[in-house]
């Protein structure tokens, strides 16, 4: 038997043990950050696997630390999430202790047999029992955490959704939870935040106007894989599954998708995988992948990820103007292979209605585009980084789109 790596199949969950594959840097260079004392926010594009990174963080991390993790993305307020917070700490006697002392009669008999009461149910009486009180009961939670003797890594993922919702609903509260967040981190040094988002923090708060509320956050973005590092994943997935690529196989692969995002890499390899079993053959060869590539992946294996990007695009950048300059953007990114300067000044101009907001607009909608992986800027202009998502988006958007150069100048 070969002992050479291989890497478990790992669709749809967070990889970890023998599904974790190369993310070593990110992990060491994270949890020095943490252990210094220092908040972190994991930024990246959906699926490069931020998730999967920081659950190995905090799996990594001195036995003396205490690791919290909760999942915001469908949270809807910030009550939801520190009952999360709260509930998942209520494993720890002492802690509860503490927070029982805080809430008193609010929690009703759950605090006499939190031991034995599902989380699910915790957190139900924890939100009743902060309505109305949020704020100061998020801060007796967090110091309740920093009374410990030892320090409390808590990692918050999709943080910028949560706060985009709170936002959209009440400008006032987004604007106290991102206060609340930053007097937090400076007053309980012991609690240190993981905060990650497949949506730019920065480009949420700056649509509200709430730059200054950022916190003072090492920002590290969680890239895809290199052509390297994605040729040897393809590798020991292929070993993992039977399959034997052959000569050049493996950099089709990385060729085909153009940027080494693992979901992205993982899905290619079950479909070749799949189309392997039916042809009753274990041997891949280049022209599979391209054949595979541009059937069954294409038509069916991906859209219901990117469509999940499309829908990420509207939560951030809402209906109006800058949605339809961005969709417009990446369209003649597409059909163009790439959006030059004069192009995308073109767009705003036909797009954008407020000549004082247009160039403010335009820049806001590229930085995003740029942050969300969708587009590299190179000397000519703005490319798609994914041969994947440039593919599929102009399959649904060429169709009636009218070019930068066919459109009538605004009157």
Known sequence: MSDEPWLAPALGNYAAGDRFWDREREVREISAYLAGGQGVLVTGPRRVGKTSVIRRVLESLEPSTTTLFIDVEHHSDPTEMFAALAAAASGDAGFWRRIG??????????????????????????????????????????AALAEADRPT???????????????????????????????????????????????????????????????????????AWDEVTTVAAVGALARATGLELEDGAAEAVHDHLGLGVPYHVQLLMDEIRRDADRRLERRVSAADVARVYDGPFLSSAVRAHLLHLETRLDKVLGEGDALRLARDLLTQAAV?????????????????????????????????????AYLGRGADGWRYRSRVVRDWWRQGNELGFVPPDQRLPRR
């Open 336 to 372: 163009g292979d790439v959006l030059t300067v004069t192009d995308a000044g073109v767009l705003a101009e036909d797009l954008v209605e407020d000549d004082g907001e247009r160039a403010a607009t335009l820049r806001q909608v590229l930085e995003i585009l740029e942050h969300d």
């Open 101 to 142: 002392r805080w809430f008193g009669k609010r929690l009703g008999s759950v605090a006499d047999h939190v031991d034995s009461v599902n989380l699910g149910v915790v957190k139900v009486d924890l939100q009743a029992a902060m309505a109305g009180s949020w704020r100061d009961d998020a801060r007796a939670i967090v």
């Open 153 to 223: 890594v808590v990692a918050v993922d999709e943080l910028p959704l949560l706060v985009d919702r709170v936002l959209r609903r009440d400008r006032a509260e987004g604007e106290l939870l991102m206060g609340l967040l930053r007097a937090l981190a400076e007053e309980f040094r012991n609690v240190r935040w993981l905060f990650s988002g497949s949506i730019g923090l920065e480009a949420v708060l700056y649509r509200a106007g709430l730059t200054g509320t950022i916190m003072d956050l090492r920002a590290y973005p969680v890239d």
